[in-house]
């Protein structure tokens, strides 16, 4: 594990929010270390995580590290999940996105990189048929996270976004919501 995310973790008893997925926090973790692994310092990482926090966490692996040396990738993905972490297939783009089978790696979800190109009708057809095979709900559209990204997303079926913005958004939309709701009642009183 990166050695400034342990120390960060160590000196403040908690992980980055970055991926935004209801319950669960990201960790990234690049194969080769892992395979290393457990080194004391993912060890010690990994010993200052109560085993109830583990299933809100996840970890982040790049499809290039994990289809490079599959074997280094199962026992990573093997051995943080017997630990009771989820792991993400990270690095994903809508050009490889046929080579991902979410089922076969067993991983809990997949990051898709923002892309103009989703803008493209066949494009964003093709990506929403795969995006639908792997599960709209284990897809994590990331590195993007302006209005039109989240909007395009939503039409290709993702409902999970990562980025800064996401927040602020999620937060505006639902603020939007709660007042049409409140016009609604108070022009039915």
């Not at 017997?82 to 990051?111: E, I, N, P, Q, S």
Request: a neutral charge; aromatic letters at 6%.
């Amino acid at each position: 594990m990166d050695e400034q995310v342990i120390a960060d973790f160590m000196a403040q008893g908690e992980i980055s929010e970055e991926l935004k997925v209801p319950g669960r926090q990201r960790v990234a973790e690049p194969v080769p270390k892992l395979r290393q692994s457990v080194r004391p310092e993912f060890m010690m990482f990994d010993d200052a995580v109560p085993a109830s926090r583990r299933d809100h966490l996840i970890v982040e692996i790049q499809m290039v590290d994990a289809l490079s040396n599959l074997s280094a990738f199962a026992f990573a993905r093997r051995f943080v999940q017997d630990r009771g972490y989820h792991v993400a297939l990270d690095g994903v783009t809508h050009r490889t996105l046929g080579l991902v089978d979410r089922d076969r790696l067993d991983v809990d979800y997949v990051k898709l990189i923002w892309s103009q190109d989703f803008a493209d009708r066949d494009v964003a057809s093709r990506s929403q048929t795969l995006i639908h095979r792997i599960s709209e709900a284990r897809t994590v559209l990331c590195r993007r996270d302006d209005r039109d990204a989240v909007d395009r997303g939503i039409d290709l079926g993702i409902g999970v976004f990562q980025g800064r913005q996401v927040e602020t958004l999620i937060a505006e939309e639902n603020r939007k919501r709660e007042l049409r709701r409140l016009k609604r009642r108070i022009e039915g009183s």
